[in-house]
């Protein structure tokens, strides 16, 4: 299993989000997730917002073309992202 799954409206990413970390970045893989590292703690919501900023930011989409289907509590995340193929997300966040 990677990372990275081609659906027809675009793709879902797995995602291992590490909160309180000094600084929002993409550290690489972790198992089948890529771990990204937020600055932001994980209270009210702050650090699933912060990573769906920083996943929009660096994908160069809007945040509307970018949805939490799973792990609103946890640090396993599946996000889904319309519009774009497994190529551009790897080309985007430079990640193979």
Do not use: Y
Request: charged fraction near 25%; proline fraction near 4%; charge should be positive.
């Amino acid at each position: 299993m990677s990372w990275i799954t081609l659906r027809r409206e675009g793709v879902v990413l797995q995602i291992h989000a590490s909160p309180r970390a000094a600084r929002t970045e993409i550290q690489g893989l972790h198992g089948d997730a890529l771990k990204i590292r937020l600055k932001a703690p994980p209270v009210d919501g702050k650090a699933n917002e912060a990573l769906l900023r920083f996943l929009s930011d660096r994908l160069g989409v809007p945040l509307r073309q970018l949805t939490l289907l799973s792990g609103d509590t946890g640090r396993q995340k599946r996000i889904a992202v319309l519009n774009l193929s497994e190529a551009q997300v790897r080309q985007a966040l430079d990640v193979t």
